[in-house]
């Protein structure tokens, strides 16, 4: 096993400049708070950076694969929140429980609201999935005697007593909920095909379903899946500030997914991982230093990637040190004149 992991490292990681970045990310990530003591604020930003990664990602798989434009994804982030904390209120239950149910309550609602959504198209579809939250939003407004009201449901259980415990908790949720949507929307995987098809249907949904593909049951797969880690990673948030309450279902917090993932290039799973790294930290330290001009400049910034970089700057950074191979398709590094596999001319 070890073998083949190593021929495998040795051979499709190495060769190929971004997934040797993001190794040596996610091995940054995992050895730096060891080894360098970083402040307690710090690691909560980080912590919550790496909640919002699953949050965006989650948004990418949703609607960057299906082409389904949701500009509600807080309804999922709002359920897995309300979800885990009115277990741990009512029945007392632990994080270790509600965390997960609070993901499947999510995906049950992702299901219930992809029917509605799927006879609509464009704009009425994004205006649509926009209504969800606020509805959600007036139900806990209105039951203020279930659900806290505006003050929400506060006291909830940490994930650890430390911030370093519930970063590698959240850290480890992060890893394992990326590598599997980015293993969903794999279309070179020879495991699982539902890369394949998502691009597909994104591509061309007339043509997708002219070949037998059943693209209603995959638009279906793609709001419970996404549905399932936006609601995870509503249900870690609130086991972080400990409060669950009606912030969880703004539209702010849909629109930033939207803009986090098209700030580092929609369609690419590591795209989102690019933006909410670089975006919300920036945001958080700009609010201790420069307080009241960090969304002034978060503003010029994503404007200029958008203007010289409409692809996403990670998407922007990989063609500059890949190149694919127009014969079999395989990515090498950029400076190279032959394919690595089938020599084909590169230039």
Not at 6 to 32: E, M, N, S, T
């Amino acid at each position: 096993m070890f073998r083949r992991l190593f021929k495998d490292f040795r051979f499709g990681v190495l060769p190929v400049p971004g997934r040797l970045i993001a190794v040596i990310f996610f091995a940054a990530v995992f050895i730096l708070p060891l080894i360098v003591n970083i402040p307690s604020y710090y690691m909560l930003i980080l912590t919550f950076t790496n909640i919002f990664v699953i949050f965006a990602v989650s948004w990418d798989f949703l609607s960057g694969y299906s082409g389904l434009v949701n500009f509600g994804h807080a309804l999922f982030f709002g359920v897995g929140a309300y979800s885990s904390a009115l277990l741990y209120k009512y029945l007392g239950w632990q994080p270790a429980v509600t965390i997960p149910l609070g993901a499947v309550a999510a995906t049950l609602i992702g299901v219930i609201t992809c029917f509605p959504a799927l006879r609509l198209r464009g704009p009425y579809l994004s205006l649509l999935t926009m209504a969800f939250p606020i509805m959600l939003l007036g139900v806990v407004i209105a039951f203020k005697n279930i659900t806290g009201g505006e003050y929400g449901i506060m006291d909830l259980p940490r994930l650890a007593s430390g911030p370093l415990g519930m970063y590698y908790i959240v850290l480890l949720v992060m890893t394992v909920a990326v590598l599997i949507m980015w293993k969903l929307t794999d279309a070179g995987s020879t495991f699982v095909r539902t890369g394949l098809i998502f691009h597909a249907i994104r591509e061309d949904e007339i043509t997708a379903r002219a070949t037998g593909i059943n693209t209603i049951r995959y638009k279906l797969l793609a709001f419970a899946i996404g549905g399932l880690f936006a609601g995870l990673a509503g249900a870690l948030y609130i086991h972080v500030i400990r409060v669950a309450g009606p912030s969880t279902l703004t539209l702010t917090l849909s629109f930033q997914a939207v803009i986090w993932v098209v700030f580092g290039g929609i369609v690419s799973i590591y795209g989102a991982v690019v933006g909410v790294y670089t975006l919300f930290p920036l945001v958080e330290i700009m609010r201790q230093t420069i307080p009241g001009y960090e969304f002034l400049v978060l503003s010029v910034i994503v404007v200029l990637i958008l203007l010289f970089m409409p692809e996403g700057l990670a998407v922007w950074i990989r063609n500059k040190i890949e190149r694919e191979c127009p014969r079999c398709k395989l990515s090498n590094v950029a400076w190279r004149r032959q394919c690595r596999a089938c020599s084909a001319s590169l230039h």
